[in-house]
């Protein structure tokens, strides 16, 4: 197809050359189906999403232990979302998106999540949710084509990864599963989506509503549950 990028992928930087794209579905961005042969490390890859927004997160304290020992099987990309360079969606990108326009950087975004073999999340319990921010990364990222393909029929996920941790505190005494706890069926929902497989939720509650050394217990809890969990994952 002629105006692609290498990865097969139109992009911001080729709009001169879009005015002559062969194109796109209506109302979806037509990306090119991601080649995980061509990208296959020698080491099984993980990708680390990390919303841990808190300096001092106790979220991503659990998160560190449980990479620190996941790191000796996978390598370990980190995307870190501190950074907050994403934007939501607005009417100007679906625009581009009709036009087959996404951003690079959100297409090779995307193409981490596809072609990874284990997904960890970290994210603290923000607003019975998790923090807007992995939202909007979930929004940029969740692309048609590459994440995920969808018909009349319903959608079919195009991602690789078998397993997804899913790493969280909670200030309030709320358990997984928990109706008033939305970031679970959220993260599920999605993976049904893009296609990842079994996800399996690490927890610790109350924290704000425990005394320090409670914390601190729960926290060493939390990480040896996710240190068992490694062993399978
Ligand atoms: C903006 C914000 C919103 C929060 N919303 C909730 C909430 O809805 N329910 C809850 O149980 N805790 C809530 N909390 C408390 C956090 O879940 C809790 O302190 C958690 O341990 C923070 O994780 P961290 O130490 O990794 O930052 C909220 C905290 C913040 C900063």
Not at 37 to 63: D, E, H, V
Not at 101 to 113: C, D, F, S, W
Not at 147 to 163: D, M, P, Q, V
């Amino acid at each position: 197809m002629r105006n692609v990028s290498k990865s097969g992928c139109r992009t911001k930087m080729d709009e001169r050359e879009i005015v002559s794209a062969s194109v796109v579905s209506r109302n979806l961005v037509y990306l090119s189906a991601v080649n995980p042969a061509s990208r296959r490390p020698f080491m099984k890859t993980l990708l680390f999403i990390n919303a841990c927004m808190r300096t001092g997160s106790r979220t991503q304290r659990i998160a560190d232990v449980v990479l620190a020992k996941l790191s000796g099987r996978y390598r370990v990309e980190t995307i870190d979302l501190r950074d907050n360079t994403f934007s939501p969606v607005d009417n100007a990108v679906l625009e581009d998106r009709n036009e087959g326009i996404v951003p690079e950087t959100h297409v090779e975004l995307a193409r981490k999540i596809a072609t990874a073999d284990r997904i960890v999340i970290a994210a603290p319990f923000w607003d019975m949710s998790f923090p807007a921010v992995l939202k909007v990364f979930f929004e940029r990222t969740s692309l048609f084509g590459v994440t995920f393909h969808a018909n009349e029929r319903g959608c079919s996920g195009l991602c690789r990864a078998e397993k997804v941790l899913y790493i969280t505190t909670r200030g309030m005494n709320i358990k997984t599963g928990e109706p008033l706890e939305q970031a679970t069926p959220y993260i599920q929902a999605l993976s049904h989506l893009w296609g990842l497989g079994d996800l399996t939720v690490v927890a610790a509650e109350n924290l704000d509503y425990s005394t320090s050394e409670e914390v601190e217990i729960k926290i060493r809890q939390a990480i040896n549950e996710g240190l068992r969990i490694c062993d399978e994952f």
